[in-house]
């Protein structure tokens, strides 16, 4: 038991609390820290690459045919997760993310089993996902829920691409 209250999950856009403000916080923390364990740091979100900035300052825009997760924990914004629409009876997920002062609570497992069960409430029967691979705290929470490394589907080294099967 622990008194860091209970993680509830959202979906965004069209949850209240407002979630906006905190998504942008977090993805531009996870493309900013991504940037710099890829070994090309940048200083702020302004130096980002043009398809990242757009993310941070108009999700609403980037992921509009997506569904966004975000993990509150007493009314903070605290992880998010993109589960793509379903293509082919597959899904995706991407920029999964939890906020470094709120890790081992259990923020990036309720996103991911939020984003598995409604990949399946969408018929979806094989979800997808990459991962670097110097991520392997990341790695082996996947692991542990049921997805198996695969052929990559990406050409970027370094990269780990996952499935698992609904």
Not at 35 to 57: F, S
Not at 63 to 91: E, K, M, R, Y
Request: aromatic share 6%; proline share 5%; charged share 20%.
């Amino acid at each position: 038991m622990n008194d860091h209250g209970e993680v509830a999950i959202v979906r965004w856009p069209g949850q209240t609390p407002p979630v906006e403000d905190g998504l942008a916080a977090l993805l531009a923390a996870y493309h900013l820290q991504t940037e710099n364990e890829k070994g090309e740091p940048v200083a702020d979100v302004d130096r980002l690459p043009q398809r990242y900035r757009a993310e941070i300052t108009d999700p609403r825009t980037a992921f509009a045919s997506d569904v966004v997760l975000v993990a509150l924990l007493n009314d903070a914004v605290v992880g998010c997760l993109v589960v793509t629409s379903p293509n082919n009876g597959q899904s995706e997920i991407k920029r999964l993310w939890t906020a470094p002062d709120s890790r081992g609570r259990g923020v990036a497992s309720a996103l991911l089993g939020a984003a598995l069960t409604h990949a399946a409430e969408q018929g979806v029967h094989t979800v997808r996902l990459s991962v670097w691979e110097w991520r392997t705290g990341a790695i082996a929470l996947y692991e542990r829920l049921g997805f198996t490394v695969t052929q990559s589907w990406d050409e970027r080294q370094q990269l780990v691409c996952m499935q698992r099967s609904l």
